[in-house]
């Protein structure tokens, strides 16, 4: 199985600043074939259910803001919230669906400084 | 608009099995895979396995296999989970979801509480 790590595993950021999280995976979740990065990011609002933020590594779900956004290749991936909102405070999951079995990130929660 | 709807909480005692529903509305039922995922309290993202409701081909995790079944009832639109053997490590949120040809999750239903109980 592909093995996801997340970092930081918390962090806080005042309110219109910008949060950074890391994502790496155990090996490349790139396909050459297509040139596309199999990794997609989560936000899990407590006591909800996840929401898709972005998939193919940088492709924002319809009706996502545009302060999120998410870089990267290979086996090493950013989510970027451009400037921090109130409710932006949630638990963030990258997810590889290079391979079966989707393996996630141990998630990053975000909360406010 | 994508919807997918799941069944309410249970509550099984050591041993048991559990089964939980995931009825889907707003898209062709037949044209996306339902993925399985659980919450244990306070914990991440596990994934349960994914069944193709065409086909009927699953796909379960490797820590999973012989314990759970997916299954589907394309006439109704619904996925189902059954989980048998159920420990304290079971106790959990599971949630369904619905991908878009790849295995990431478009769409999740609300997720059901299952507690098991000594």
């Known amino acids: 199985d592909i093995v996801m790590t997340q970092s930081p595993d918390s962090l806080a950021v005042s309110l219109g600043e910008r949060a950074t999280i890391n994502c790496k995976s155990s090996q490349s979740v790139l396909f050459s074939s297509n040139n596309k990065n199999y990794l997609a990011w989560y936000q899990q609002k407590p006591g909800h259910r996840p929401q898709l933020l972005i998939y193919?590594?940088?492709t924002r779900e319809s009706g996502v803001p545009d302060r999120f956004s998410g870089s990267g290749s290979g086996t090493d991936f950013t989510l970027t919230i451009s400037s921090l909102q109130a409710d932006d405070v949630a638990v963030y999951y990258c997810q590889q669906y290079f391979i079966t079995p989707p393996t996630f990130g141990q998630g990053t929660r975000v909360e406010i400084k | 608009q994508a919807q997918l709807v799941q069944s309410g909480a249970e509550v099984r005692e050591f041993g048991a099995s559990v089964k939980v529903s995931c009825k889907a509305s707003g898209y062709s039922f037949v044209d996306s895979f339902i993925h399985w995922v659980r919450q244990a309290p306070g914990q991440g993202l596990e994934w349960m396995g994914r069944i193709n409701p065409k086909s009927g081909a699953v796909n379960y995790a490797q820590k999973l296999q012989g314990r759970v079944t997916l299954t589907t009832d394309t006439s109704i639109n619904t996925a189902y989970l059954e989980l048998n053997g159920l420990t304290s490590g079971d106790s959990a949120i599971y949630f369904c979801a619905r991908d878009r040809g790849y295995s990431y999750g478009a769409s999740w239903g609300q997720g059901t509480l299952v507690t098991v109980s000594s």
């Open positions: 193919w590594a940088s």
